[in-house]
């Protein structure tokens, strides 16, 4: 059987059409988009599948009808008419004004070209944006169709320079809000973005847009589902570990099934089923570790977070939410949504798999303590002890890490200054493992400060900073309690810091009595 090609690195709707690469059919997805709504906004992680749906909605509206034969929209839509597509994408160095404004332009031109239509002038793109859709619609006597990709690059590209992500802002909400008056001359608008900025900030004259990021019907419309694994990929996967492929690459959630990254999947194929970080290495978290250091984070929240309307609310520059940020980023997703019962949602959020939280932690390994050689060894002996079950092995190796911690690293991060850091050390040991962690697991006693659950061992542990007797703390709560039903040995582990020497001061344990 001669399987398609994989579109590695492809993006564009004809050239996969054309050249008979394996195509996942998003069209019912599209059709009905199309049907119910005219402005519409999506929020997916990078590399999720966004620009290839937006290049599909574009060949959609032209007519190209030959590029869909065979999928599921052919014998629905109507190929006698057609629209003209103005597609706004960003593409190049944005990382100054000029850049931003040039490349705003640089893509104005292109469409320019394109529709044989030009701007009067094309010194204030905001503008040239409004003269250039009315232009267009009067040639064609017809609505414009407006796709916009990765709106928010200008933005998210300078988070760690505050005033030009701040200029950026402005210049992209004035070129944004044409499109609240052009009304009489669209179509169809659809723009794509890693975040959703609040409305106070860039959407601001965009409060026509309907935001389907989490709305059901529409949470397979990029990425990868089990059923596609399944179904059409799975002669490409032969031989391969499902399972721990699943674990590795699945789990992100939009509130339907649960998804892969397209990234993911085709890199995984494409090198020869080696399991690696193929998303994860394409953008580093720099400005997330930055926040993370700015404001002290407790880091074993991320592995118990619960989010309410913020999640969707997003946030302005001026006042970003680190949880809010990790979520519409990527590195975390969806685990449940809880009904309130005062009527609304919270969203319990985890992440998503083995890829993320590996190299989430090996990145954050790196930033908190410096030790990008020596932390395979610690990682590996950690693994060992907790494997089976040597608390000597895992106390002699948690030393050892806070012993090698150089002393500048504590003084440049000023990490020292607040508790949560040596509980942070460890959980990101731990995390990079791959192990189920729950980090402030709540109790009808109050609050664990990590859990760790394998298969037949589970761990409590308490963090104290000072000569409280962490263990007695566990045992008094009888934090324990909440686990008896896993049927489980229950270990507990109380953890003392001291500041002053900067490592464990004491380290108790006891296996939990039924």
Same mark, same amino acid.
């Given at each position: 059987m001669?399987?398609?090609?994989?579109?590695?690195?492809?993006?564009?709707?004809?050239?996969?059409r054309?050249?008979?690469?394996?195509?996942?059919?998003?069209?019912?997805?599209?059709?009905?988009?199309? %049907?119910?709504y005219?402005?519409? /906004?999506?929020?997916?992680p990078?590399?999720?599948?966004?620009?290839l749906f &937006?290049d599909?909605?574009?060949e959609?509206?032209a007519?190209?009808?030959a590029?869909f034969k $065979?999928?599921?929209?052919y014998?629905k839509?109507?190929w006698?008419?057609?629209?003209p #597509?103005?597609?706004?994408s960003?593409?190049v160095d944005?990382r100054?004004l %000029?850049n931003?404004?040039?490349?705003?332009?640089?893509s104005? %031109?292109d469409?320019?070209?394109?529709? $044989? #239509?030009a701007?009067?002038?094309n010194?204030n #793109?905001?503008i040239? /944006?409004?003269? /250039?859709?009315?232009?267009?619609?009067?040639?064609?006597n017809q609505?414009v169709?407006?796709?916009?990709?990765?709106?928010?690059?200008?933005?998210?590209d300078?988070?760690?320079?505050?005033e030009v992500a701040s200029q950026?802002?402005?210049?992209l909400? $004035?070129?944004?809000?044409?499109l609240?008056g052009?009304?009489a001359?669209?179509k169809f608008?659809?723009?794509?973005g890693?975040?959703? /900025?609040?409305?106070?900030?860039?959407?601001?004259g965009l409060?026509m847009?309907t935001d389907i990021?989490?709305?059901k019907k529409? $949470?397979?419309?990029c990425g990868?589902?089990q059923n596609?694994?399944e179904?059409?990929?799975k002669?490409?996967?032969v031989?391969?570990?499902?399972?721990?492929?699943?674990r590795?690459y699945?789990g992100y959630?939009f509130l339907?099934?649960?998804?892969y990254?397209p990234?993911?999947? &085709?890199?995984?194929?494409?090198?020869?089923?080696?399991?690696?970080?193929?998303?994860?290495?394409?953008?580093t978290p720099t400005f997330?570790?930055k926040?993370?250091?700015?404001?002290n984070?407790?880091?074993p929240?991320?592995a118990?977070?619960t989010l309410?309307k913020q999640?969707?609310?997003?946030?302005?520059?001026s006042n970003i939410n680190?949880?809010?940020?990790l979520y519409?980023?990527?590195?975390?997703?969806i685990?449940k949504?809880?009904?309130?019962r005062?009527?609304?949602f919270?969203?319990?959020?985890k992440?998503p798999?083995?890829e993320v939280?590996t190299?989430?932690?090996?990145?954050?390994?790196?930033f908190?303590?410096?030790?990008k050689? %020596?932390? &395979?060894n610690?990682q590996?002996?950690?693994y060992?002890?907790?494997?089976e079950?040597?608390?000597s092995?895992?106390?002699t190796s948690?030393?050892a890490?806070?012993?090698?911690i150089?002393?500048?690293?504590?003084?440049?991060n000023r990490?020292?200054?607040?508790?949560?850091f040596?509980a942070?050390? #460890?959980y990101v040991?731990?995390?990079?493992?791959g192990f189920?962690i729950?980090g402030?697991?709540v109790?009808n006693?109050?609050r664990i400060?990590?859990?760790i659950?394998?298969?037949?061992?589970?761990?409590?542990?308490?963090f104290?900073?000072?000569?409280s007797n962490a263990?007695?703390?566990?045992?008094?709560k009888?934090?324990h309690e909440?686990?008896?039903q896993?049927?489980?040995?229950?270990y507990?582990?109380?953890i003392?810091?001291?500041?002053e020497?900067?490592n464990?001061s004491?380290?108790?344990?006891a296996?939990?009595?039924?």
């Amino acid at each position: 059987m001669k399987l398609q090609k994989l579109p590695i690195g492809i993006q564009t709707f004809s050239t996969i059409r054309e050249e008979n690469y394996l195509y996942i059919d998003k069209t019912k997805e599209a059709l009905e988009l199309i %049907e119910n709504y005219k402005y519409i /906004f999506l929020s997916r992680p990078r590399r999720f599948g966004k620009s290839l749906f &937006l290049d599909t909605l574009s060949e959609l509206f032209a007519g190209n009808k030959a590029l869909f034969k $065979g999928l599921y929209i052919y014998d629905k839509w109507d190929w006698k008419t057609s629209y003209p #597509v103005i597609k706004i994408s960003f593409d190049v160095d944005l990382r100054s004004l %000029e850049n931003i404004k040039a490349s705003l332009l640089s893509s104005l %031109e292109d469409n320019q070209e394109k529709l $044989g #239509v030009a701007c009067k002038t094309n010194a204030n #793109v905001s503008i040239c /944006f409004k003269e /250039f859709i009315q232009a267009v619609s009067k040639k064609y006597n017809q609505k414009v169709v407006v796709l916009i990709d990765e709106y928010d690059k200008a933005i998210l590209d300078n988070l760690d320079q505050m005033e030009v992500a701040s200029q950026a802002r402005e210049i992209l909400k $004035g070129f944004y809000t044409v499109l609240k008056g052009s009304d009489a001359y669209l179509k169809f608008v659809f723009l794509t973005g890693v975040s959703k /900025f609040s409305k106070s900030s860039i959407f601001s004259g965009l409060n026509m847009l309907t935001d389907i990021s989490l709305n059901k019907k529409f $949470g397979d419309i990029c990425g990868y589902s089990q059923n596609d694994i399944e179904t059409s990929l799975k002669h490409y996967l032969v031989d391969v570990d499902l399972e721990k492929f699943q674990r590795w690459y699945n789990g992100y959630n939009f509130l339907k099934s649960a998804m892969y990254n397209p990234f993911d999947v &085709l890199q995984f194929i494409g090198n020869d089923f080696l399991f690696d970080n193929y998303w994860f290495a394409t953008g580093t978290p720099t400005f997330l570790i930055k926040l993370i250091e700015k404001n002290n984070y407790f880091l074993p929240k991320l592995a118990n977070l619960t989010l309410g309307k913020q999640l969707l609310d997003s946030f302005d520059i001026s006042n970003i939410n680190l949880e809010v940020i990790l979520y519409q980023s990527g590195y975390l997703t969806i685990e449940k949504q809880i009904e309130k019962r005062r009527g609304g949602f919270e969203y319990k959020l985890k992440i998503p798999n083995e890829e993320v939280k590996t190299s989430l932690g090996d990145n954050l390994i790196d930033f908190m303590t410096n030790q990008k050689t %020596e932390k &395979l060894n610690y990682q590996d002996n950690l693994y060992d002890a907790l494997m089976e079950n040597d608390l000597s092995l895992f106390e002699t190796s948690l030393k050892a890490i806070f012993a090698s911690i150089p002393y500048n690293n504590y003084t440049k991060n000023r990490l020292q200054n607040y508790e949560g850091f040596y509980a942070s050390v #460890v959980y990101v040991y731990l995390q990079s493992l791959g192990f189920d962690i729950i980090g402030e697991d709540v109790t009808n006693k109050g609050r664990i400060d990590l859990t760790i659950k394998l298969k037949d061992i589970i761990y409590i542990l308490e963090f104290k900073v000072g000569n409280s007797n962490a263990l007695a703390q566990i045992k008094e709560k009888n934090y324990h309690e909440k686990y008896l039903q896993d049927n489980k040995d229950i270990y507990l582990i109380g953890i003392n810091f001291d500041e002053e020497e900067k490592n464990i001061s004491a380290f108790t344990w006891a296996k939990a009595q039924d």
